[in-house]
């Protein structure tokens, strides 16, 4: 199994700015659909966003729409999510997705994850 490795993240104060990003670790990995999710310190994971293949389908959830920004860059096989307008809600750790199903909302869509990143937002 691939892994997808993920860097950025940190802490930052509300209505601030971080991103992340996540690449594999194997320069064969074919170009997939990605993604975003998130888990909360007692929480499920959640879906945060989904980008297509080709890049040019986009979808979030309804609690980071208009403040978080998903991207590629498939030359190099990289993915980003931009988040601005950060909320002490948003605080958990961020995985990266890469998928094999077509309901990108389930963590069971998901063929690889990455480690898991940690974003805190502090109020």
């Known amino acids: 199994q691939v892994q997808l490795v993920e860097s950025g993240g940190g802490l930052v104060q509300a209505g601030g700015s971080l991103s992340v990003s996540c690449a594999p670790s194997?320069?064969?990995?074919?170009?997939?659909?990605m993604g975003w999710f998130r888990q909360a310190p007692g929480k499920e994971r959640e879906f945060v966003a989904h980008?297509?293949?080709?890049?040019?389908?986009?979808y979030y959830a309804d609690s980071v729409k208009g403040r978080f920004t998903i991207s590629r860059d498939n030359a190099t096989n990289t993915w980003y999510l931009q988040m601005n307008n950060l909320k002490p809600e948003d605080t958990a750790i961020y995985y990266c997705?890469?998928?094999?199903?077509?309901?990108?909302?389930?963590?069971?869509?998901?063929?690889?994850w990455g480690r898991g990143i940690q974003v805190t937002v502090s109020s």
């Open positions: 194997e320069r064969t990995f074919s170009t997939v659909a």
């Open positions: 980008i297509s293949r080709s890049g040019n389908k986009l």
């Open positions: 997705a890469a998928y094999t199903g077509g309901n990108f909302y389930s963590t069971s869509s998901v063929g690889s």
